[in-house]
C-alpha cells in the first residue's frame, strides 16, 4: 500500500486512478493539485481525492506515488514544478497517450532522479474529459502501456506493474518509440479521420440535414470526434511524423479503393473490403498478445 498519492491535474484519467487505487485499498490518503481551483473542489465533492494541494509541489510533497494527469504538452513544466521533493523511493507516473516527448521531457528535468519515473498510456477513457467524468472501473480490463528506458529503476517498475495489475489491467511493456509508432496507426490516426469526416460533412451546404439522417454505425465511427480539441492537438503535435507517415499509408489504402470503384472493379472491390472484415473480425476474438505479461 502506497501512504500519499499525489495527483498534479485532476481530470478524467487521474480522478479514475485515485477513485481506483483507493477501491483497491491500494492507497491512505490523495493529495490533488489542479490549475483550475473548481476541479479540485469538484474532487474533493466526489471524493476523488482528501486533500486539495495549492500547488504541483505541495501535492508531491510527502506523496511516495505522483501521477500526472496533465495534457503531454505540460509534462516538463509539471515535472520541473515537482522535482525538488523527488525522493529516491517515489513511483513518478504519467498517463499520456504519447512516450517520446515525455522520456525527452524527464530526462531533460529529472536527470539523476529519471529512475523513479515509469511512463504509463493506459488505453482507456472517453470522449468526455473532466473529472466529473472520472470512473472507477475506467481501467479494468484495459491494457496499459509502460515503457520504461535503460534507467528506470527496477524497483519502481515493478511497483507500476503491481499496481495496474491491481487495478484490474493487462500490463503491456515497449520502448517509447515503438509504442508511438503503434498508437500513431491504432489511435492518431483514427481520431484525424474522425475530426476531418465530421469537417468534410459539416462543410458541405447540406451537411447539416446529412447528419439528421445518420444512424448507429456514423455514430460508433465518429465517436470519438467529440473528444478534446486541446488533448488531441497536443498528441498530434508531438507524434506528428508518426502520424503523418500513417496517413500516407491510409490514403494509399483510400486509393486502392476509389480506383476499384471508378474502374467499375466489383470483384477487386470485394476482395479489399473481404480483407478488412477478416482482419477485423479475427483481430475481435484474439486482440494483442505478444507484449502482454504473464
Same mark, same amino acid.
Given at each position: 500500500?502506497?501512504?500519499?498519492?499525489?495527483?498534479? +491535474?485532476?481530470?478524467?484519467?487521474? +480522478?479514475?486512478?485515485?477513485?481506483?487505487?483507493?477501491?483497491?485499498?491500494?492507497?491512505?490518503?490523495?493529495?490533488?493539485?489542479? &490549475?483550475? @481551483?473548481?476541479?479540485?473542489?469538484?474532487? /474533493?465533492?466526489?471524493?476523488?481525492?482528501?486533500?486539495?494541494?495549492?500547488?504541483?509541489?505541495?501535492?508531491?510533497?510527502?506523496?511516495?506515488?505522483?501521477?500526472?494527469?496533465?495534457?503531454?504538452?505540460?509534462?516538463?513544466?509539471?515535472?520541473?514544478?515537482?522535482?525538488?521533493?523527488?525522493? @529516491? !523511493?517515489?513511483?513518478?507516473?504519467?498517463?499520456?497517450?504519447?512516450?517520446?516527448?515525455?522520456?525527452?521531457?524527464?530526462?531533460?528535468?529529472?536527470? #539523476?532522479?529519471?529512475?523513479?519515473?515509469?511512463?504509463?498510456?493506459?488505453?482507456?477513457?472517453?470522449? !468526455?474529459?473532466?473529472? #466529473? !467524468?472520472?470512473?472507477?472501473?475506467?481501467?479494468? +480490463? &484495459?491494457?496499459?502501456?509502460?515503457?520504461?528506458?535503460?534507467?528506470?529503476?527496477?524497483?519502481?517498475?515493478?511497483?507500476?506493474?503491481?499496481?495496474?495489475?491491481?487495478?484490474?489491467?493487462?500490463?503491456? &511493456?515497449?520502448?517509447? =518509440?515503438?509504442? #508511438?509508432?503503434?498508437?500513431?496507426?491504432?489511435?492518431?490516426?483514427?481520431?484525424?479521420?474522425?475530426?476531418?469526416? /465530421?469537417?468534410?460533412?459539416?462543410?458541405?451546404?447540406?451537411?447539416? #440535414?446529412?447528419?439528421?439522417?445518420?444512424?448507429?454505425?456514423?455514430?460508433?465511427?465518429?465517436?470519438?470526434?467529440?473528444?478534446?480539441?486541446?488533448?488531441?492537438?497536443?498528441? /498530434?503535435?508531438?507524434?506528428? =511524423? =508518426?502520424?503523418?507517415?500513417?496517413? &500516407?499509408?491510409?490514403?494509399?489504402?483510400?486509393?486502392?479503393?476509389?480506383?476499384?470503384?471508378?474502374?467499375?472493379?466489383?470483384?477487386?472491390?470485394?476482395?479489399?473490403?473481404?480483407?478488412?472484415?477478416?482482419?477485423?473480425?479475427?483481430?475481435?476474438?484474439?486482440?494483442?498478445?505478444?507484449?502482454?505479461?504473464?
Amino acid at each position: 500500500m502506497f501512504e500519499q498519492l499525489g495527483l498534479i +491535474g485532476c481530470g478524467l484519467m487521474a +480522478g479514475s486512478f485515485a477513485l481506483a487505487m483507493k477501491r483497491a485499498g491500494l492507497v491512505k490518503r490523495v493529495v490533488g493539485y489542479s &490549475k483550475s @481551483p473548481s476541479t479540485t473542489s469538484r474532487a /474533493m465533492q466526489m471524493g476523488v481525492i482528501d486533500v486539495e494541494a495549492p500547488s504541483a509541489l505541495m501535492a508531491a510533497s510527502g506523496s511516495d506515488i505522483v501521477l500526472l494527469g496533465v495534457p503531454v504538452s505540460a509534462t516538463e513544466a509539471s515535472l520541473k514544478a515537482i522535482r525538488h521533493l523527488i525522493t @529516491p !523511493n517515489m513511483l513518478i507516473m504519467d498517463v499520456g497517450s504519447t512516450k517520446r516527448d515525455v522520456v525527452d521531457a524527464s530526462r531533460r528535468v529529472l536527470r #539523476d532522479q529519471i529512475g523513479g519515473f515509469v511512463p504509463a498510456h493506459p488505453i482507456a477513457g472517453s470522449e !468526455n474529459a473532466g473529472v #466529473d !467524468n472520472a470512473n472507477v472501473d475506467l481501467f479494468v +480490463g &484495459k491494457q496499459v502501456i509502460l515503457t520504461p528506458i535503460e534507467r528506470t529503476r527496477t524497483v519502481q517498475l515493478q511497483q507500476a506493474v503491481d499496481l495496474w495489475t491491481a487495478l484490474g489491467c493487462h500490463v503491456v &511493456k515497449m520502448s517509447p =518509440e515503438s509504442h #508511438d509508432s503503434a498508437f500513431a496507426a491504432v489511435s492518431h490516426l483514427p481520431h484525424l479521420l474522425a475530426f476531418a469526416l /465530421m469537417n468534410a460533412i459539416t462543410n458541405q451546404p447540406q451537411g447539416r #440535414d446529412f447528419l439528421s439522417l445518420a444512424g448507429p454505425g456514423f455514430r460508433d465511427f465518429t465517436r470519438i470526434a467529440a473528444s478534446d480539441p486541446k488533448i488531441w492537438r497536443d498528441i /498530434m503535435m508531438t507524434n506528428r =511524423e =508518426e502520424l503523418l507517415e500513417q496517413s &500516407k499509408m491510409f490514403q494509399r489504402a483510400l486509393q486502392a479503393f476509389e480506383q476499384t470503384i471508378t474502374g467499375g472493379n466489383a470483384n477487386a472491390l470485394e476482395n479489399l473490403i473481404t480483407q478488412a472484415s477478416q482482419t477485423r473480425s479475427h483481430w475481435r476474438i484474439s486482440g494483442p498478445r505478444s507484449h502482454r505479461n504473464p
